[in-house]
Structure formats: structure tokens, C-alpha cells
Nanobody, 129 residues
Framework: QLQLMESGGGLVQPGGSLRLSCAAS????????FAWFRQVPGKEREGVSC????????HYADSVKGRSTISSNNPKNTIYLQMNNLTQKDPAVYYC??????????????????????WGQGTQVTVSS
């Protein structure tokens, strides 16, 4: 069974950058679509970015579009989220997630956490000067 573990969170200054990693174990990520979500206390988990594997298409939330990049390193079986120009709107616990198949409307469905079968435990991102 696929297992996911995030790392790379921490304290970043406003305007700074960080790269979150999500190491997969148990089986290969090949064939999975994967995503990053984030959650702050009292709010629902929010989709940040998704890589839809069948079409090799990346989706981004408007809040991070243009300053974030989702990627993977297949030999390392690891997913990444590079985030730049961090703001006070970005602090949250960030989770990686994976699913074998998203529905046909993947361009909107990716934002829905219920579609994903596998989750990491999360990594905290804090933005402060």
C-alpha cells in the first residue's frame, strides 16, 4: 500500500521560498495522480496543486498560480511543491495526496479531497518576519 510522508515545512520570511517534499513508499508513484492540499484550523482542506498523470497536466489554485510548481522525481519516488513569494495567506499544514484515477472532470475535481485515497501526515508552513 502506498504511504506518503511530507517534509520541508518550517518558518519562512514573507517573500521567501520553500520546497515541500513528499516521499512515497510501499509502491511506485507511477500511474498515480498526486496533489498538495493545505489546511488551517477551522477551515476545510484546500487544494493547492495537482499533477494529473494521464495527461501530464498540472493544476494550480488561483492563490498560488504563477508562484508555485508541482513536480515529481520518479526514481526517488518523491513529489515536490516549490512555492515562491510566500505571503501571510500561505501558512497552513500542507498535505500531499495521491489517487489512481480522478474523474473525467479532473480540472475541477482535483480540488476535492475526497477523491484521494492516500494522504501524508502533513507538514507545517509558517510565514513570519
Amino acid at each position: 500500500q502506498l504511504q506518503l510522508m511530507e517534509s520541508g515545512g518550517g518558518l519562512v520570511q514573507p517573500g521567501g521560498s520553500l520546497r515541500l517534499s513528499c516521499a512515497a513508499s510501499g509502491e511506485s508513484l507511477d500511474g498515480y495522480s498526486f496533489a498538495w492540499f493545505r489546511q488551517v484550523p477551522g477551515k476545510e482542506r484546500e487544494g493547492v496543486s495537482c499533477f494529473w498523470s494521464p495527461g501530464r497536466i498540472a493544476h494550480y489554485a488561483d492563490s498560488v498560480k504563477g508562484r508555485s510548481t508541482i513536480s515529481s522525481n520518479n526514481p526517488k519516488n518523491t513529489i515536490y511543491l516549490q512555492m515562491n513569494n510566500l505571503t501571510q495567506k500561505d501558512p497552513a499544514v500542507y498535505y500531499c495526496a495521491a489517487v489512481v484515477r480522478l474523474p473525467a472532470n479532473h480540472d475541477t475535481a482535483w480540488r476535492i479531497s475526497a477523491w484521494y485515497d492516500y494522504w501524508g501526515q502533513g507538514t507545517q508552513v509558517t510565514v513570519s518576519s
